[in-house]
């Protein structure tokens, strides 16, 4: 199984700011993924981060509002910038990784709330 | 400790039967019960959620069922389709917290 850490858990900011959450994993994972939960709301993907190429961003998400890095196959950033109080929710960072017999299994980080004043 | 338990690791069923998946929960504070659908090499999307205050929840052929007195809740898929076949995560929120994910179950739809 993989193990994943956020950093950081939370954070308060400022409007017109921007904040840069780190994923660490501690195995080599291919498939990084980055999801966004807003109070009340259910988990809404904003991306796929591969090691080796650009994000590929879900729809109503871009790369200038939500700049994503991936390295290499165990660590991932994803920047909000510009905030707003909109912006204000739960980062989530999650992987996806083989597991016994080939099967694959989805992992999730402990999460970074972000509030945006 | 497991707050979100899902104790089948896999599930097979013939395609047209009911497919019915099982969840369940230790924390009593959890008010909101979500279920995702995993395909390979993509990330979980959202299938259908039920809050604490009903017992059941339909949309199309997926309906969800809450028994909040045993933490418990399932998943029914009728009539189950091909389509079907993929990883299921139950999931449950407090509030505003963030989401508490299952480790999943995996369906496999019999032709």
């Known amino acids: 199984s993989a193990v994943i850490s956020q950093k950081p858990s939370r954070d308060i900011c400022q409007r017109g700011t921007s904040l840069t959450i780190q994923c660490q994993v501690d195995?080599?994972?291919?498939?990084m993924f980055w999801y966004r939960q807003q109070p009340g709301q259910s988990l809404t993907l904003i991306a796929t981060?591969?090691?080796?190429?650009?994000?590929?961003?879900e729809s109503g998400f871009v790369i200038d509002k939500f700049p994503i890095s991936r390295p290499n196959l165990t660590f991932s950033t994803l920047t909000v910038s510009n905030m707003s109080p909109e912006d204000s929710s739960i980062y989530l960072c999650?992987?996806?990784?083989?597991?016994?017999?080939?099967?694959?299994?989805?992992?999730f980080g402990p999460g970074t709330r972000l509030t945006v004043t | 400790d497991q707050q979100v338990k899902q104790n089948s690791p896999s599930l097979s069923v013939q395609e047209g039967r009911i497919s019915i998946l099982n969840c369940d929960y230790t924390?009593?504070?959890?008010?909101?019960f979500l279920w995702y659908k995993k395909y390979p090499a993509e990330g979980p999307t959202f299938l259908i959620s039920?809050?604490?205050?009903?017992d059941k929840n339909e949309d199309g052929r997926f309906t969800v069922f809450l028994n909040k007195s045993a933490k418990h809740l399932s998943l029914h898929i009728v009539p189950s389709q091909p389509g079907d076949s993929a990883v299921y995560f139950c999931?449950?929120?407090?509030?505003?917290?963030?989401?508490?994910f299952g480790k999943g179950t995996r369906l496999h739809i019999l032709p």
């Open positions: 999650s992987v996806e990784d083989v597991g016994g017999q080939g099967v694959y299994e989805q992992y």
């Open positions: 195995s080599q994972v291919t498939m």
């Open positions: 981060a591969n090691q080796g190429s650009e994000a590929t961003y």
């Open positions: 924390n009593s504070m959890f008010d909101y």
């Open positions: 039920i809050s604490s205050i009903k």
């Open positions: 999931a449950a929120s407090e509030g505003d917290d963030k989401i508490i």
